[in-house]
């Protein structure tokens, strides 16, 4: 979409059937496809709590402006920074994050 490079990193995952809400849902493909920001895991818990996606750096710079713009608005993202970095510090806790040195090149 931005025609840069996509550059692995370690995402938070959310499992479960998760409304991310219709003015995400409305903007994320066309706005940010590759923010890389959360990995949304399904229905079913997986192995891990965490997924390594590829992230556009344009896609990850928009879509926590598109974040700050909605909390203006008085309706954060149910996802946004404060939650996902709680999220993180919980799985943390259970689980260490995947280092991206140990990926197969």
């Not at 692995?8 to 998760?18: E, K, M, N, S, W």
Request: glycine residues 8%; contains cysteine.
């Amino acid at each position: 979409m931005h025609h840069e490079p996509l550059r692995p990193v370690v995402a938070v995952t959310v499992y479960g059937l998760v409304d991310v809400g219709d003015r995400y849902a409305a903007t994320h493909s066309g706005e940010f496809p590759h923010h890389g920001l959360i990995g949304l895991g399904g229905c079913v818990p997986g192995r891990s709590a965490w997924t390594i996606v590829l992230q556009c750096e344009r896609c990850r710079a928009r879509e926590l402006e598109w974040e700050r713009d909605l909390a203006t608005t008085g309706v954060p993202f149910r996802f946004d920074a404060a939650a996902r970095s709680k999220l993180s510090a919980f799985w943390a806790a259970i689980e260490p994050p995947p280092s991206l040195d140990e990926l197969p090149r």
